[in-house]
Nanobody, 119 residues
Framework: QVPLKESGGGSVRSGGSLRLSCAVS?????LAWFRQGPGKEREGVARLGATGAKIYADSVKGRFTISRDSAKRTLYLQMDSLQPADTGMYYC????????????????WGQGTQVTVSA
C-alpha cells in the first residue's frame, strides 16, 4: 500500500481555489506539502508539526491552509486566491515522530498531484 497518495489537483483560473488531499496509510506525526514549479527547485509550502504547529512559506501565507483529519487519516491543503506562480507538482511528505525535527526534511514522499493556474 502506498504510504502517501495525493489527489485534488487540477486546472483553475487565477483567483480560484483548490483543495488537495493526501491519504496517509501509516502512522506519521509531522506532515507537509511541497511543490515544484516548471524549471524550479522543490520548495516547502506548508508543514504541520507533531505538536500541531503550522508553518507556511511566505509566498502562500494568508492564502493556503494546511490541516489534518486524523480520523480520516488525511492531510489537506486548502489553496485560495491561486496565482499562476502557484503552478506546479504538489507533493505530500511525512515522517514518524522519531524523525520530526521541525524542519523541511521528511522521510516519506507521495508521487504528487499537478496544479495548473492560468491567468
Amino acid at each position: 500500500q502506498v504510504p502517501l497518495k495525493e489527489s485534488g489537483g487540477g486546472s483553475v483560473r487565477s483567483g480560484g481555489s483548490l483543495r488537495l488531499s493526501c491519504a496517509v496509510s501509516s502512522s506519521f506525526d509531522c506532515l507537509a506539502w511541497f511543490r515544484q514549479g516548471p524549471g524550479k527547485e522543490r520548495e516547502g509550502v506548508a508543514r504541520l508539526g507533531a505538536t500541531g504547529a503550522k508553518i507556511y512559506a511566505d509566498s502562500v501565507k494568508g492564502r493556503f491552509t494546511i490541516s489534518r483529519d486524523s480520523a480520516k487519516r488525511t492531510l489537506y491543503l486548502q489553496m485560495d486566491s491561486l496565482q499562476p506562480a502557484d503552478t506546479g507538482m504538489y507533493y505530500c511528505a511525512a515522517s514518524p515522530r522519531a524523525f520530526c525535527r521541525g524542519t523541511w526534511e521528511f522521510a516519506t514522499w507521495g508521487q504528487g498531484t499537478q496544479v495548473t493556474v492560468s491567468a
